[in-house]
């Protein structure tokens, strides 16, 4: 049975990567979990967000890695007749979600180092996730190989998955020791047959259609993309599909 994840929260009816998308989607019965995005500040902590820079989510202008905390949690983000929103920090999002965690619920955290190699993140994502308890809840994923090979030198046990837009890219990246043993591609570009994604968990990530984009009011038939060999899908609006 196809495994449901909220996509940067529920990010179609809630901005995305915000204590209100992903309180909405801690609600839902049966979702796997949440997958969010993480960066670096200027003073060395962790806050959720998915772009380099501040522009499109926020009133600010520049690049995350050149604000400090402070500063951006000044920023705002418009949540229409809901109260306005801050860029989250990590351990925010800890505070919200570690009883669920240890109680079977699931957190992707995707290191955004791909365009810019954050200096320690990997250590301070894995120092809070082992503080709190719940290092066994997380799936850590990227597009920076060199990311996971880190990773993977500081925690043998970590659940690893590997981010391109392309099945066979992932395939790639795995076969030269990247150390993931998942796939995470982007949904329409399953390029490789089924039987080459037996024994992989594949979780595959949608784009697009968030917030406050209006719904497409369409509906995903799971069936053909079971089987392509996708076991997970990662959605802006995990709440249509579960109750």
Same mark, same amino acid.
């Given at each position: ?85 801050? #860029? ?49 809840? #997380? ?90 060999? #996708? ?13």
């Amino acid at each position: 049975m196809m495994k449901l994840w909220a996509h940067r929260g529920c990010s179609q009816r809630y901005p995305e990567n915000t204590m209100l998308a992903f309180e909405k989607a801690a609600t839902i019965k049966d979702l796997t979990g949440i997958e969010l995005d993480i960066q670096l500040t200027k003073d060395g902590e962790l806050v959720v967000i998915h772009d380099e820079r501040v522009d499109r989510t926020t009133e600010g202008i520049g690049y995350v890695r050149d604000y400090t905390l402070s500063q951006l949690k000044k920023l705002h983000i418009y949540a229409g007749d809901r109260p306005t929103q801050s #860029i989250p920090t990590m351990e925010e999002v800890f505070d919200l979600l570690e009883e669920r965690l240890k109680d079977g619920f699931r957190l992707n955290i995707e290191l955004k180092n791909s365009i810019y190699p954050y200096d320690g993140m990997e250590e301070k994502i894995l120092e809070m996730a082992h503080r709190r308890k719940v290092q066994d809840a #997380i799936v850590y994923s990227t597009f920076y190989a060199r990311s996971l090979n880190r990773l993977r030198a500081l925690d043998t046990d970590a659940a690893l998955g590997i981010l391109d837009s392309k099945a066979s890219d992932c395939i790639y990246k795995i076969k030269g020791g990247c150390g993931a043993t998942a796939l995470h591609p982007f949904w329409r570009n399953i390029d490789v047959t089924a039987k080459e994604l037996e024994g992989y968990e594949v979780r595959a990530w949608m784009s697009g259609h968030l917030y406050p984009e209006k719904p497409t009011g369409g509906r995903l038939d799971f069936a053909p993309l079971e089987a392509l060999g #996708i076991t997970d899908m990662i959605l802006n609006e995990p709440e249509v599909y579960l109750t």
